[in-house]
């Protein structure tokens, strides 16, 4: 699969956080030649707080998380990722492949088995071949580096097109602190819980509770604010680690390390958006004059989420009474003839029709830009929200009609 | 566009129904060299009940029904309906060509406006040229004709590949009443109301309120349960006339007049699913054992509109790990280790996992059928419900990258 044409540049350089250390490992669960295992061990002391999929039938490797997270512990963490196979749906061994991962590392790194996070992504009921890591668990543990990042965004991939990293510096009172993430995503991408799988990692000293807080915050308007194809994986795992390395001090009231990891949040969920499988524009909606935030996010996501929409992107047509279909059918409300649409800076529809001032050959050029803003507003009230999503191309068929996931 | 390979083999053989005749006319709305425009003339003494689209950005032609629905008539009536622009999202002019066509159209047939239910379909936001049908009903009248039904389906088509039509013969105790049904509808298609267009027709005798109540039950296990793409129309109209013409009359508890009309509805909906835009499946998706029936609806609809479900079955891969997944999503209540799942007769999934009987050759197999059924059991309660559905091809793209719908 060709790089999408919406990827970065290159890889950003990410600073090393102190007390985070990375190894990968090729273990063959479902690819060759590439490596598919990644580790990022923790000092003792960190943090660590977590969002997960809302999925009914969400894999082990999450429900495990789930019960493990905001046990106290003062010892240090692991967190243990395969990418090829997702060991969702595999009954009572989902849960044993689990137990075995855990208690092979906690036994080599002398670490509580409550405090090893896993995450599996790839091909949802069939069985993870768990030995294929447990058994190589020194050779893994061997290749950790505090400058392994760029080869543990590249381990947890499964159709990305390109690994997915971000990082921000902030100042503290005390000193500076750093914020590295790295993310995957790429199908089976819908709001309403973090994406995929993303690892953010702080050297910046910050309570559980307070980090937790923070996290589920920040996920509404960054990962639960995207959507590829509307559909919700049973694996998403969005996990961040503060190590307390810097030895500097925050709290959840610090506007500036607020801002520097919704930046990164932001940075890594518009990354899974540009690799959005097929995708060939990468589209801002941004819905304002909302009787609430959450009738914003509703049409917003209606519009995001729409296959003529999507399509009609695809085919660079301005078609903007899709975007009126898209609000009618959200179910939030929305008076005709209070609505404005533009797309970029063009005023498209006002007063129930298309306004006065605006030309198809205006839009239609607009529309051939590979990024694009879909502008609403309902001039009903305050409610403001914007979504990220990608267009529905010949490529995501093809992805999808062949790639079994 | 080629015919649907889901197509009926040919437009079937209706009945006339005593009461109503047709008429059709090429207006040039938009498409040239067919027929755009069709009418239908309702005796005196005919019920109307009618299920309209949601959509908060609903058509003029739609506002304009709903407002008419119900009131006390002695007097005949008319259904007046043209394809290639939904005059909807067309401001106040939008009500303007409504009221200059029933106008136009009473002033001839010496009908009250209150009588004359239209609608339009076709692209959102142009204003209708209502001058083009409004100057010409004396044609469009003279060409009334009791045997007409077949050319008014061909006239009411947009993106649809073949005209569709129903019928059904009932026994009462007095004698035997005719229902017959036509309807349009490709894309824009999704549940929670009546799709696109569709116009049912009776010589049995009912009253209103009767006829209203049953159309509405039935609505949702036929056209409410029936989704091409998750969205929907700002135009979707179901009318149901029962002109008296017979002589006999039936009431809502007549049993086989109520199957009779369920049998129609079905069909047609069906019809409208195998003409879904692209498609090459006509799925079936069958829940059972859920907490309730809006929660069995709403995991079969999760599924049904699933596009990874969707490309899985143009790709004819038994990936029913997408299942597990849009069941997850869903938000209906589930539990993992009491789904099983079904393609067809095989038993694919059970207690958590891949059922230990199920080979992929099978479900490849299986899956190379033109008509699939999809079917799961929750083993949770008494709650059931069927959707029907297609798959998610590249002719979808194509068909809605170009055109402007």
Same mark, same amino acid.
């Given at each position: 699969?060709?790089?999408?044409?919406? /990827?970065?540049?290159?890889?950003?350089?990410?600073?090393?956080?102190?007390?985070?250390?990375?190894?990968?490992?090729?273990?063959?669960?479902?690819?060759?030649?590439?490596?598919?295992?990644?580790?990022?061990?923790?000092?003792?002391?960190?943090?660590?707080?977590?969002?997960?999929?809302?999925?009914?039938?969400?894999?082990?490797?999450?429900?495990?998380?789930q019960k493990?997270?905001?046990?106290?512990?003062? *010892?240090?963490?692991?967190?243990l990722?395969?990418?090829?196979n997702?060991?969702?749906?595999?009954?009572?061994?989902?849960?044993?492949?689990?137990?075995?991962?855990?208690?092979?590392?906690g036994?080599?790194?002398?670490?509580?088995?409550?405090?090893?996070f896993?995450?599996?992504?790839?091909?949802?009921? $069939?069985?993870?071949?768990?030995?294929?890591?447990s058994?190589?668990?020194p050779?893994?543990?061997?290749?950790?580096?505090?400058?392994?990042?760029a080869m543990?965004a590249?381990?947890?991939?499964t159709?990305?097109?390109?690994?997915?990293?971000?990082?921000?510096?902030v100042?503290?009172? #005390?000193?500076?602190?750093?914020?590295?993430?790295?993310?995957?995503?790429?199908?089976?991408?819908?709001?309403?819980?973090?994406?995929?799988?993303? =690892?953010?990692?702080?050297?910046?000293?910050?309570?559980?509770?307070?980090l937790?807080?923070?996290?589920?915050?920040?996920? $509404?308007?960054?990962?639960?604010?995207?959507?590829?194809?509307?559909?919700t994986?049973?694996?998403?795992?969005?996990?961040?680690?503060?190590?307390?390395?810097?030895?500097?001090?925050?709290?959840?009231?610090?506007?500036?390390?607020?801002?520097?990891?919704?930046?990164?949040?932001?940075?890594?969920?518009?990354?899974?958006?540009r690799?959005?499988?097929?995708?060939?524009?990468?589209?801002?909606?941004?819905?304002?004059? /909302?009787? #609430?935030?959450?009738?914003?996010?509703?049409?917003?996501?209606?519009?995001?989420?729409?296959?003529?929409?999507?399509?009609?992107? +695809?085919?660079?047509d301005?078609?903007?009474?899709?975007?009126?279909?898209?609000?009618?059918?959200?179910?939030?409300?929305? *008076?005709?003839?209070?609505?404005?649409?533009?797309?970029?800076?063009?005023?498209?529809?006002?007063?129930?029709?298309?306004?006065?001032? =605006?030309?198809?050959?205006?839009?239609a050029? =607009?529309?051939?830009? +590979?990024?694009?803003?879909?502008?609403?507003?309902?001039?009903?009230?305050?409610?403001?929200?914007?979504?990220?999503?990608c267009?529905?191309?010949?490529? =995501?068929? #093809?992805?999808?009609?062949?790639?079994?996931?």
């Open positions: 699969m060709a790089k999408s044409p919406l /990827a970065p540049a290159q890889f950003p350089t990410l600073p090393n956080v102190a007390g985070v250390r990375f190894g990968t490992l090729a273990a063959g669960i479902k690819y060759q030649n590439r490596s598919d295992v990644m580790l990022a061990e923790l000092a003792p002391g960190t943090s660590i707080a977590g969002v997960f999929t809302q999925s009914a039938t969400r894999s082990a490797a999450v429900l495990d998380c493990k997270l905001g046990l106290p512990a003062a *010892e240090g963490a692991a967190i990722v395969n990418s090829g997702a060991n969702a749906f595999t009954g009572h061994r989902g849960m044993a492949s689990v137990e075995a991962l855990t208690k092979a590392l036994d080599q790194l002398k670490l509580s088995e409550t405090r090893i896993t995450a599996s992504t790839g091909v949802i009921g $069939e069985p993870l071949k768990h030995e294929k890591i058994t190589r668990m050779e893994l543990i061997a290749d950790l580096d505090a400058e392994g990042i543990a590249q381990a947890i991939m159709t990305d097109t390109y690994p997915k990293g971000a990082s921000a510096q100042e503290t009172p #005390s000193g500076p602190v750093n914020i590295v993430g790295i993310a995957k995503g790429s199908g089976m991408i819908a709001p309403d819980m973090a994406t995929m799988l993303a =690892y953010i990692f702080t050297d910046a000293q910050i309570e559980q509770a307070e937790q807080g923070l996290l589920s915050l920040l996920n $509404e308007v960054t990962f639960n604010a995207i959507t590829v194809d509307s559909d994986s049973t694996s998403d795992t969005l996990i961040l680690a503060a190590t307390g390395a810097s030895g500097h001090c925050v709290s959840a009231q610090n506007t500036a390390f607020a801002e520097g990891l919704h930046q990164v949040m932001r940075d890594l969920a518009h990354q899974v958006v690799d959005g499988e097929g995708a060939r524009k990468f589209v801002e909606v941004r819905l304002t004059g /909302a009787a #609430s935030d959450q009738d914003a996010k509703q049409h917003a996501k209606a519009i995001a989420n729409s296959p003529l929409v999507k399509t009609a992107l +695809a085919g660079e301005p078609n903007w009474g899709r975007i009126v279909m898209a609000l009618g059918k959200s179910g939030a409300a929305a *008076e005709r003839d209070l609505i404005k649409i533009w797309l970029g800076d063009i005023l498209v529809a006002e007063q129930g029709w298309v306004a006065a001032s =605006y030309s198809e050959e205006r839009g050029a =607009y529309m051939k830009n +590979a990024e694009l803003v879909i502008a609403v507003d309902l001039g009903l009230g305050n409610g403001a929200a914007t979504v990220w999503t267009d529905l191309t010949h490529d =995501y068929i #093809s992805i999808n009609a062949d790639y079994r996931s």
